[in-house]
């Protein structure tokens, strides 16, 4: 009640939290092995190993028995039959794969792991794994002078996290987000370390609250639970885009999204009648800007009551919805959790009757209030209540929707703790357990629940779900947005680093709201968010109630023409984009990545919080305060070509940039390419033509990438029905040449070629395509 006072530093809180008792596992008193795991029983406590990959181990330590490999929510990888040599003395068991070498010490149980090469990985010294007495575990791990943490999910601040504690417990939060707020909405257990240009990840698969702290502590840092076993996983990497396919290979990667939804999105809190939106729709028509999708937010309902529209101010929704659609725009609506107690309410009744709600111990139903009043709220831990409300979207699909919005599904509660009580006891598909221990997989499984719902109900189209709230694995089934910020210069800052974050923690489909949500926007900020926005791998512009509309117009011409062209941009990207979406789906890789990702030796992107990079050859370096026009921008290694003017930088330097408000700070590699397609209208946003900007090198550049395309709607793509291109791209001093080296895939595109446009090409440099030389821009061609 007091924390936002004074008397939250009382020193007493302070003593309070230093008297805990940890108990250490102790020394090894007998280690057996099993058919495909290792087990070690100690004086406080048992542990157990087991392999996944050469490179992915998995440690779990149980205080009270024996270590379970039970069912986790996260993880959806089968530990595969590695082969693992063994070797021990009275003192030290060693375990060693292909990739990964445990030294385990008996006396006490201490775990040292190292990567092949013998680079120290995760190691345990004076402390290891503990407990407490109240069922809280531990681990404490060595920290070198040089370690730099990233990941952990939805966390504000700076790019690089060393120096910060944080807290996983899925929290509705609409004020104030700064660099300490937390926790926020997603709760991601996992981070990557990286140290001398190598990267290693630690994903710890625990469900209770829990803390990561790398700042208590000068060389040691640690992570716990209030609850559980301790069970962790550490990935050896050591590069950082191996790591994040290790961590995806474990917890799962995102499906391909359609081409709609990478799109731009509109939203208000709220478009309050049908004529609003309508209204909306047209303005995006008669002024040309690109937009995919419209938002319903929850004044589209009648009472607030999900699976409902007000009749009165949405009197025919299904003519919306394909009115809308004959101009190019998707209705996507919000769907929320709490369902309003009202015995004249079908949805109740069904889950009344059908025991799908949530319930304490003894049978009564939970009751919280959010929008609708006194609501219920579905067990989604339990099939049956997701395949009931999987199928209640059935409300929706029929009248023609494809996509869906969830939020409040922390779940957020209106009370003192934010949340539902935490004895609220869940089924949890056979094995009952507390909202103490489950409350961070609600909004994951309500996402599971909707997601596979649509999907069994579109006839093989893609299905979009945008959530709030999630927990490792929630890239299976839903784009992220970072929640309610605000029209704050330092909100569009801070949007960086959460975003790069996200992608580094397994999702790909993230993006804040453009403009700010909460708090008035201006012109000049969200014509400088829209920049950013274009290239943020989920793009909405979003706003609050009470606040001024942001739609690009409402700010007058000036701002209007800028904004509408970098709207525009995105869809010239696309081609591009869409090629990095598929490489997420495929091997985990995110769109918008740190500069470190693809330069871990350069120390100077370790904490580079203002540029990003699209995929591995384009850095943006955006502008991130009113009335500036200058900015430093580092570019590493390499020579860098700036997009809008040609001029072409040396790398591993910084310089300083002019951008005036109608200019994105945007640098494309030399010796590589980009694809892009042109913006015809909002009715027909196909493909008519791909254009590969080939940006010339002399320098012996040697660069491959893959251009992916499919139909953009369906899961055909899963059956073979995509184009899928190798494509490398030599320069030297005397000529660019540039060959399909494998083709996969049976997709035919309406375009029949991809045109070549070679950019900064010097005098007496040849091009040779495919094996023949060219005199000037031609094409490659897909039939041949």
């Known amino acids: ?15 309070q939290r230093n008297t805990a008792v940890y108990h250490d596992i102790g020394n090894v008193k007998y280690q057996e092995k099993g058919n495909d795991s290792f087990h070690f029983i100690c004086e406080n406590g048992q542990v157990a190993i087991r392999f996944y990959t050469e490179a992915i181990v998995r440690i779990t330590m149980n205080p009270k028995g024996e270590p379970s490999w039970g069912q986790s929510r996260s993880v959806v990888a089968e530990a595969k039959k ?30 040292r792991i190292y990567d092949r090469q013998g680079r120290e990985l995760v190691t345990e010294a004076e402390q290891g794994m503990a407990w407490q007495e109240n069922g809280e575990v531990a681990v404490f791990k060595q920290m070198h002078e040089n370690d730099h943490f990233y990941g952990f999910g939805e966390k504000a601040g700076f790019l690089d996290k060393r120096g910060e504690m944080y807290e996983m417990w899925n929290t509705d939060v609409y004020a104030p987000h700064n660099p300490e707020t937390d926790p926020l909405y997603e709760s991601i257990p996992y981070f990557m370390t990286l140290r001398d240009g190598k990267a290693h990840g630690i994903f710890f698969d625990n469900t209770f609250r829990s803390w990561f702290d790398m700042r208590s502590f000068a060389e040691r840092y640690a992570y716990r639970a209030e609850g559980g076993q301790l069970d962790y996983y550490v990935m050896a990497g050591p590069e950082p885009k191996h790591v994040l396919e290790q961590y995806t290979y474990l917890t799962g990667r995102m ?47 009648n009472g607030y009551r999900v699976f409902t529209f007000d009749e009165g101010r949405f009197p025919n929704p299904e003519k919306l919805v394909r009115d809308l659609r004959e101009m190019g725009i998707r209705v996507v609506p919000i769907v929320d959790p709490g369902v309003k107690k009202d015995p004249e309410y079908p949805t109740y009744q069904e889950g009344v009757t059908g025991d799908l709600f949530c319930k304490y111990l003894e049978g009564d139903i939970y ?19 997701r395949k009931w409300w999987g199928e209640k979207h059935r409300f929706y699909t029929e009248i023609g929707v494809e996509g869906i919005w969830n939020d409040m599904n922390e779940p957020a509660v209106f009370n003192e703790t934010k949340t539902m009580d935490v004895q609220v006891m ?15 997989l609600y909004g994951m499984l309500m996402g599971k629940a909707t997601y596979e719902g649509l999907k069994d109900q579109l006839d093989g189209k893609r299905p979009f779900l945008l959530t709030r709230a999630g927990f490792a694995g929630i890239q299976r089934y839903a784009a992220v947005w970072t929640g309610d910020n605000r029209s704050f210069w330092e909100h569009l800052q801070m949007s960086l680093p959460m975003v790069m974050n996200l992608g580094l923690s397994g999702i790909s489909f993230t993006g804040p709201d453009v403009g700010g949500f909460a708090h008035h926007s201006n012109g000049e900020l969200l014509t400088r968010w829209t920049q950013v926005g274009a290239f943020t791998p989920f793009f909405r512009n979003h706003s609050a109630i009470g606040f001024l509309y942001q739609e690009p117009w409402r700010f007058g011409e000036k701002y209007e023409a800028v904004i509408k062209e970098y709207i525009e941009m995105r869809y010239r990207w696309m081609p591009q984009l869409y090629s990095l979406f598929a490489k997420a ?12 990702m693809e330069f871990p030796e350069d120390e100077k992107t370790y904490n580079l919080n203002d540029q990003f990079m699209i995929g591995d050859n384009v850095i943006i370096a955006p502008i991130l305060a009113p009335s500036v026009v200058d900015r430093a921008v580092y570019l590493p290694e390499g020579e860098w070509v700036e997009a809008s003017s040609g001029v072409a930088y040396q790398g591993e330097n ?40 080939i940006y010339a090198g002399d320098q012996g550049e040697d660069y491959r990438f893959t251009f992916y395309d499919d139909d953009g709607e369906t899961f055909a793509y899963q059956h073979g029905s995509y184009l899928e291109l190798e494509v490398e791209v030599v320069s030297t001093e005397e000529a660019v040449k540039v060959d399909i080296v494998d083709r996969r ?39 041949d």
């Open 585 to 596: 789906s495929s091997q985990g890789l995110p769109v918008m990545r740190p500069l470190f």
């Open 367 to 385: 009751f919280g209030d959010v929008w609708p009043g006194t609501s219920a709220f579905p067990d989604f831990t339990e099939e049956k209540a």
């Open 654 to 693: 910084t310089y300083l940039i002019h951008a005036e408000l109608e200019d994105l700070p945007l640098f494309i590699k030399k010796g590589t390419a980009v694809a892009q397609t042109d913006w015809t209208s909002n009715k027909d946003k196909s493909w008519k033509r791909v254009r590969m900007d």
């Open 745 to 783: 895939g049976d997709y035919v595109p309406a375009y029949q070629q991809i045109d070549i446009h070679v950019i900064g090409r010097k005098d007496g440099q040849d091009v040779i395509l495919n094996g023949e030389k060219e005199n000037g821009d031609s094409y490659l061609s897909l039939t």
């Open 255 to 301: 499906p391909l999204p359609p081409k709609w939804a990478i799109g731009y999105h509109q939203s208000r809190y709220s478009y309050q009648t049908e004529e609003e939106v309508r209204e909306v729709a047209q303005h995006f028509i008669d002024r040309d800007i690109p937009l995919d999708v419209l938002h319903l937010d929850i004044h589209y309902m």
């Open 1 to 15: 009640m007091l924390e936002d006072t004074s008397f939250a530093i009382h020193p007493g809180a302070e003593q």
């Open 82 to 111: 590695v082969d693992v040599e063994e070797d021990g003395t009275a003192e030290v068991y060693e375990l060693k794969t292909t990739e990964l070498h445990l030294s385990i010490s008996k006396t006490p149980f201490r775990i």
């Open 426 to 440: 869940h089924r949890n598909d056979g094995s009952p357990a507390t909202h103490r221990e489950l409350h961070n």
